[in-house]
């Protein structure tokens, strides 16, 4: 059966015939009535998407099943299980599993997920010359001050779109910066204030607004340009981002997985052999910073200096749009921390080659981060160290030949920042959409 018709493929250096065998394994393992039944579960909603990168993450997923099925087929059905529940933290930690335990598959190395009994680790990776190393994998996940973030900036954005329509006001760009993480006051602050601020775009002013009532907000409202197209007047078009800087506790989230792995390894599996060391293996979302990471996890193993753990890999998967090319795709960053127990394994093995290596099946691999950037329009602000939040809809009416033909280009713009196209019609208006990612945010990790 082609599971691909319909969706969009980006992996062209694939047969399809191999890549509807990943999916087939998919759908063994979860079920096609399952895939095909609410859109609560991560793997549901990818399934019943057909955008370009909902496909490749159902690949990735795909793949990672066809690897731990030949070595653990039992330990593969329970964490499809687990995905399958209702519970977000053992669903979470089951797809990260099996996602990040694949990546060590290799020639000359195989992966062995440690069994469900074993609380001290998630696998083990066996090296050449009776060589290997334990893993522990931790998801740094979202923390609660970047959700509380998101939970804001939603409710700031719905009364955006409200206050809009209220004021008849249309094609605005709404950028709102943070000079550091805003309490609860500010964002009061600023809900509040929303409806005055508009005024000035329904007075044909584009301006700015420093210090809300001393509060941490700097505001810059303007009409959004756009030189041969109309926007439509039946429909609200906008642009809303808000940045603001880390949370000052923001490192605990990073500090917090390492003790746990730290306790876990220490209690559970006290004595190791000589030729084993231990490794962290810890998922950073995109939003994170890749720097701030190395030098936490550089300051935790200064702190501590007779920690077990010998090595952490952090592991920032990330979408990536190339101006200069014109394309977008998912780019695996992975960087090394090592630390004195690391020196000890590192000199009784002596591997002629570095000892472990990750195999990624589509996407790209660095071992720095690609930096992020705020762009849209006429705004680009670096925004590493930063949480941001952007939302958008520009509904742009159709261009008109002289054969009454209609046509009008879709476009993501940038995350979440869509361009839509209204047709018109004596009978009414017809919307037009284009397939894309409803956001960069990859939703298995």
């Known amino acids: ?25 998919l759908v063994s393992e979860f079920g096609e009535e399952w895939l095909n039944t609410g859109n609560s579960n991560p793997v549901q909603q990818l399934w019943q998407r057909q955008d370009w990168l909902s496909t490749c993450e159902l690949l990735l997923l795909g793949n990672s099943l066809k690897i731990l099925k030949t070595v653990a ?9 687990l995905i399958k529940q209702e519970d977000k933290n053992n669903r979470r930690g089951a797809l990260f599993e099996l996602l990040a335990l694949s990546l060590f598959d290799g020639e000359g190395v195989s992966i062995k997920p440690a069994a469900n009994s074993n609380p001290g680790y998630d696998g083990t990776v ?43 006001l249309n094609a605005v760009g709404f950028y709102v910066f943070a000079k550091n993480y805003p309490t609860q006051s500010d964002w009061e602050i600023l809900k509040q204030r929303l409806p005055e601020i508009l005024n000035s775009v329904q007075n044909g002013t584009d301006d700015s607004f420093e210090d809300l009532e001393k509060s941490c907000w700097s505001i810059k409202i303007q009409n ?25 506790n923001e490192y605990k989230n990073l500090y917090d997985k390492l003790d746990d792995a730290y306790t876990n390894f220490t209690k559970h599996s006290r004595s190791i052999h000589p030729l084993t060391t231990r490794m962290v293996f810890i998922d950073i979302p995109s939003s994170a910073s890749i720097k701030l990471c190395k030098e936490w996890a550089t300051q935790y193993f200064q702190e501590r200096e007779n920690s077990p753990i010998g090595l952490v890999i952090f ?35 002596n591997p002629s080659s570095p000892p472990i290596s990750t195999t990624i099946f ?30 958008g809809h520009h509904y742009l009416l159709a261009q008109i030949k002289e054969d009454g033909t209609q046509y ?20 009414g208006q017809l919307i037009v959409k284009g397939i894309f990612p409803p956001s960069d945010e990859l939703l298995l990790w």
């Open 1 to 25: 059966m082609n599971y691909l018709v319909g969706r969009q493929n980006p992996i062209y250096e694939v047969p399809i015939d191999k890549l509807n065998k990943m999916l087939a394994i």
């Open 73 to 81: 087929p039992n330990w593969v059905s329970e964490q499809v299980k």
């Open 126 to 168: 066996f090296l050449p010359r009776n060589a290997s190393i334990q893993i522990s994998v931790k998801s740094y996940g979202m923390s609660s001050h970047q959700q509380e973030f998101n939970n804001q900036c939603s409710i700031v954005e719905a009364q955006l779109v409200k206050a809009l329509s209220e004021h008849q």
């Open 224 to 248: 959004l340009p756009f030189e041969n197209y109309q926007f439509s007047e039946t429909h609200r078009s906008y642009t809303f981002i808000v940045c603001s800087p880390y949370h000052k």
């Open 315 to 349: 592991y920032q998967p990330t979408v990536v749009t190339d101006g200069q090319k014109g394309s977008t795709f998912i780019n695996h960053c992975v960087f090394l921390i090592d630390s004195p127990e690391c020196e000890r394994w590192l000199k009784l093995y």
């Open 362 to 391: 589509i996407g790209t691999v660095s071992d720095e981060p690609i930096p992020l950037t705020l762009q849209n329009d006429d705004i680009s602000i670096p925004i590493d160290d930063h949480y941001c939040y952007q939302q």
């Open 408 to 427: 009008g280009q879709l476009e993501k713009q940038a995350s979440g920042i869509f361009r839509h196209i209204v047709s018109l019609h004596p009978e």
